[in-house]
């Protein structure tokens, strides 16, 4: 069934009461179910699981996935299956949304962790505890949800944005309860399939558990390059290729990932990898401008020793290409702010929404109370002075208008970019403190990307009728739910050795890595860092403004991205490679089945997302189980 919405005449003209009453005789569902209880208890069951997900995904790649379609297809295909054996009901149109609202927010919650809050338990080498974490998160999602719904009537009501992400949810929840149900049954089991082939492949690369299961023989080999080396060492200027990184591995999660990324970051992702590992590193290892470790008196490179000179030209290449990207359009600036006061129409004092929108006190209280709240939180837990912590709270309606502008037309939100413009905020403010420097970005970044991601799926349910105060009650849920199950898990894997632990070859946590390296950076200034280091910085910097100006200049038309050269300085060359090899695989596809009718295009090229969005789900889940296993269930054996 087709999704019913105005046209470009109508949104031009139309003032925001036509258009609301419009939506209320056309799209709005009234009463049918929608917040029951098993649409919120399997959006926080759901949105818990996916969550981890994120977490996995993030401690690689240092991004956070959308997991609404994956949700989505999930409960679809749990309710389908119930209902056919005669344990349930299916899933209504509305319930289903509900529960996708919970599962997004859920989903999200982990940010923190692998930014914000990592960076400064490295910074401080202390492990902040697990109840402060918990409390901090989920008082800084919930400033974000509040920040998000005043909003919501201009940018999705008025505005009609697109907000693309949210709008693909949408449709796929329309066209699996109301149009193909073959198609729609046909993903859910691609997601499925796909997650258990993933998960099996976890399994099998654990040779702890294969062996306690009598299984050694069937083990996976984490690394593809064994044999080669039996023949004798690979180098590059001297240095193993396998101490650079430079090793293909059998990580289906990334290349899964890479799989949603595209061809286009996943060819810059390879291009930086390449010259960082293959290239500089090594040439700066032979320099001496790269130090190793001692291991049984041979000095021994890996990850963490390469990055921390690598990522500096990385980092400025990132920031530069980000703000240039940020400010260069500054009719999407300019269009953020105006209208927030306008009139909207003759009829405003007769709202038609007043019943359905979550209402206006709601906020005028909640958010100098919640704001009040972090305020108090930020001076308590991390010493942030107060009068700084209330600087943040204006800082992020600030951040969340243009942040919430940018995830509206893209689908992607510059938390790295607002993060970054309020470290340099307060590096300016608080010059050499580093804790107001982390925490404070940690706040205006993190509640704004709240906000932005919040809204995306907000869309989904004005496309489909929703009740709007209704999906604020689920973010919340999904907050709570998100919180619980990703913090303790957060501290089991991540934190057993402490921060000193935290960033390894296995889990680079990019994100926290940056976010310490720009905190570091404003603080000490560029005088500690190597003359070869500072001038990586000068040449990232430099690059990131030609490579985003060109691809602004041309319309997107040019491929290489700034942002992933960069990013390929603080993730291992194996993730770049597999990351590569899934965006490069779904391309290849794509042209090799470029009939719509033939077999290959249906089942693959249709079918992307839900097949990537399979194999992260059960790998990444799995990889958390396998690591659990391994630590706490095989430890004493």
Not at 54 to 74: D, P, Q, R
Not at 145 to 152: E, G, I, M
Not at 590 to 613: F, H
Request: overall charge positive.
């Amino acid at each position: 069934m087709a999704i019913k919405q105005l046209g470009e005449e109508e949104i031009r003209t139309w003032t925001l009461e036509q258009k609301d009453r419009w939506w209320l005789d056309n799209v709005w569902k009234g009463d049918m179910p929608q917040l029951t209880l098993r649409s919120g208890l399997t959006g926080m069951i759901i949105g818990g699981m996916l969550s981890l997900t994120n977490l996995y995904v993030g401690a690689k790649t240092g991004w956070t996935l959308g997991v609404g379609i994956t949700s989505v297809i999930m409960a679809f295909a749990a309710f389908k299956l119930l209902s056919a054996i005669g344990l349930g009901k299916d899933f209504t149109l509305l319930e289903n949304n509900a529960m996708q609202s919970i599962a997004t927010s859920a989903g999200y919650m982990t940010a923190p962790m692998i930014s914000s809050l990592a960076a400064y338990m490295m910074v401080t080498d202390q492990v902040i505890p697990m109840m402060q974490t918990l409390v901090w998160i989920v008082v800084i999602a919930i400033l974000g949800v509040l920040f998000a719904f005043p909003l919501k009537r201009r940018f999705i009501n008025d505005e009609q944005h697109p907000f693309p992400e949210g709008r693909a949810a949408g449709i796929v929840m329309d066209a699996l309860h109301s149009g193909d149900a073959a198609s729609g049954l046909l993903k859910a089991k691609l997601l499925m399939v796909t997650g258990g082939a993933s998960a099996l492949l976890k399994v099998m690369q654990s040779s702890a558990i294969m062996e306690k299961l009598r299984l050694g023989f069937l083990t996976l080999p984490e690394f593809l390059d064994g044999w080669i080396y039996r023949l004798g060492t690979l180098q590059v200027f001297g240095t193993d290729l396998r101490q650079l990184t430079v090793r293909p591995d059998t990580d289906v999660v990334m290349m899964a990932a890479g799989g949603l990324m595209g061809i286009r970051t996943g060819v810059s992702l390879m291009i930086g990898a390449v010259i960082n590992y293959l290239i500089l590193v090594p040439l700066m290892i032979a320099a001496g401008d790269i130090h190793g470790r001692q291991v049984n008196g041979v000095v021994q490179f890996g990850f963490r020793e390469i990055t921390k000179w690598a990522l500096w030209g990385g980092v400025a290449m990132m920031t530069t290409a980000s703000l240039f990207a940020f400010f260069s359009k500054p009719q999407i600036l300019l269009s953020a702010f105006r209208g927030l006061g306008a009139k909207r129409g003759a009829g405003r004092d007769k709202d038609p929404m007043r019943d359905i929108e979550l209402p206006m006190w709601v906020f005028v209280v909640f958010i100098p109370l919640v704001g009040a709240v972090t305020v108090a939180l930020a001076h308590r837990f991390f010493g942030v002075e107060i009068w700084m912590g209330i600087l943040a709270i204006p800082l992020i309606f600030v951040f969340t208008v243009i942040g919430v502008n940018s995830t509206a037309l893209t689908s992607i939100t510059p938390t790295g970019a607002l993060g970054k413009l309020t470290q340099l905020t307060y590096g300016i403010i608080a010059p050499g403190n580093i804790k107001t420097n982390l925490m404070t970005a940690g706040i205006t970044a993190e509640a704004a990307s709240n906000a932005s991601n919040l809204l995306m799926n907000i869309k989904p349910g004005y496309m489909l009728g929703a009740k709007p105060r209704l999906q604020a009650i689920g973010h919340v849920l999904g907050i709570l739910a998100g919180a619980v199950v990703a913090a303790p898990v957060f501290y089991f894997v991540f934190l057993q050795h402490g921060p000193a632990q935290l960033v390894s070859d296995q889990y680079p946590m990019p994100a926290a890595t940056i976010w310490r390296a720009v905190a570091e950076l404003l603080m000490q200034g560029l005088g500690n860092l190597p003359m070869s280091a500072r001038w990586a910085v000068v040449a990232g910097a430099v690059l990131g403004l030609v490579l985003e100006g060109v691809r602004v200049a041309t319309k997107g038309r040019f491929w290489l991205s700034g942002v992933g050269i960069g990013l390929a300085t603080v993730i291992p060359f194996n993730t770049c490679l597999a990351m590569f090899l899934g965006a490069a695989f779904f391309w290849v596809a794509e042209r090799v089945w470029s009939n719509k009718e033939s077999t290959g295009n249906r089942i693959i090229v249709q079918n992307q997302e839900p097949i990537c969005a399979g194999v992260i789900a059960g790998g990444a889940l799995m990889g958390i189980t396998v690591i659990l296993i391994e630590n706490f269930a095989l430890s004493n054996r």
